[in-house]
């Protein structure tokens, strides 16, 4: 439905910060909402953050996952339909794979794409 390229994991150390971006190709459906989830190692893939486009319907809203408290910021650039995570004060347990999700909203309702991910290690 739509390719999605990720760029900005890596290394950190505790307390640093990374910011990761996805870029999604044109697609001929309209895109609802963009965002971030991760996979630890023996763990479920769990939300980080989403958040709604211009095409959204107005209930949909920013939404960031509960271990997040304030550290991370998600924001998009919609002329480049690019969505950005700022992760700040890093924690050894943000280690995962961060994968880019949009939600595409189809005429029979709405499906969903993945990226490939992107590990982000946090570790002195």
């Known amino acids: 439905q739509v390719r999605l390229v990720e760029s900005g994991g890596g290394l950190a150390q505790p307390g640093g910060s990374l910011r990761l971006s996805c870029t999604a190709s044109?697609?001929?459906?309209?895109?609802?909402?963009m965002g971030w989830y991760r996979q630890a190692p023996g763990q479920q893939r769990e939300l980080v953050a989403t958040?709604?486009?211009?095409?959204?319907?107005?209930?949909?809203?920013?939404k960031y996952g509960d271990f997040v408290k304030g550290r991370f910021t998600i924001s998009r650039d919609s002329a480049k339909s690019t969505v950005y995570l700022q992760m700040g004060d890093l924690k050894p347990e943000d280690t995962a794979v961060y994968y880019c999700?949009?939600?595409?909203?189809?005429?029979?309702?709405?499906?969903?794409?993945w990226g490939q991910g992107t590990q982000v290690t946090v570790s002195s």
């Open positions: 999700n949009v939600e595409l909203k189809t005429p029979t309702g709405w499906t969903e794409s």
């Open positions: 958040i709604p486009t211009g095409d959204s319907p107005d209930y949909i809203t920013t």
């Open positions: 044109e697609s001929r459906f309209s895109i609802r909402t």
